[in-house]
């Protein structure tokens, strides 16, 4: 989840092209907002399953000073700095994170449809970034948007693929071709946007590991599961998309 947050917020900063000091009130805001969903979820799993009141204090505590980051860096660019369009951004990110809450007290937060609404809110940092930096919304807000979230979605069928290896084989069956159909769904996706003049073609060049890594461990079997080894390649090749993502946009 850091990885997508914080690698969403790079690629709109360099989108953007600049260094603006209002970025690092984004980058405070955004920050603030992610902090802010752990004891929020953890207050709300306590209204269903309850908690005890020293835990809820705690919870309710760090959420206070969470928010109140998010208003002070949120104030200060709506008041400040005059940028408006943040307001209904916030506004659709808040609506996300309601239901993302909703899902994690009935404990389907892990499901594709809540990691799919967390994606989308996480990724909402680049074109924050981007609208900041460059004081625009157009097609270029909403490309950086769409591609992170073609991105970091990737991740959710594919380690739910390789996870399912080790389960039932009919899991394992359903969740490879999920992940299959994904990962040549973005690859068409991209060749059209591309062949449309709305990205560059070596852009491609920044989802062609994810795509490799998903239809090679597709078709690839293992002989034991390794979670935190398929955590810190994932960051790897975040950290490779990111670097890509900035070649393939410039």
């Known amino acids: 989840a850091w990885a997508i947050l914080y690698g969403s917020f790079l690629t709109g900063l360099a989108a953007a092209g600049t260094l603006a000091p209002a970025l690092l009130l984004v980058l405070a805001a955004v920050t603030g907002v992610f902090l802010a969903h752990e004891p929020l979820a953890k207050l709300a799993r306590s209204l269903k399953h309850g908690a005890r009141s020293e835990l809820i204090r705690q919870w309710a505590l ?80 909403w490309l950086v948007w769409l591609l992170n979230a073609l991105y970091f979605a990737s991740g959710i069928f594919y380690v739910k693929m390789r996870v399912g290896r080790f389960l039932k084989p009919e899991l394992f069956r359903r969740r490879a071709r999920d992940c299959a159909f994904y990962h040549a769904l973005v690859a068409f996706l991209l060749v059209l946007a591309a062949s449309m003049g709305w990205i560059a073609w070596r ?20 002989e034991q599961l390794n979670i935190k080894r398929i955590g810190y390649s994932e960051d790897a090749f975040t950290v490779a998309y990111i670097v890509l993502f900035v070649i393939g946009w410039q």
């Open 203 to 222: 852009m491609l060049l920044a989802f062609a590991p994810m795509i490799s890594r998903a239809f090679w461990h597709t078709f690839h079997a293992e």
């Open 62 to 141: 760090w959420l206070a000073v969470e928010i109140a980051i998010v208003i002070i860096a949120g104030a200060l660019l709506v008041f400040q700095y005059q940028f408006l369009t943040l307001l209904p951004i916030a506004f659709f990110v808040a609506v996300l994170l309601g239901i993302h809450l909703k899902l994690t007290a009935g404990r389907k937060e892990r499901s594709i449809p809540g990691e799919l609404i967390g994606v989308v809110g996480l990724t909402s940092a680049g074109p924050s970034a981007y609208y900041v930096g460059s004081g625009e919304i157009d097609f270029a807000f």
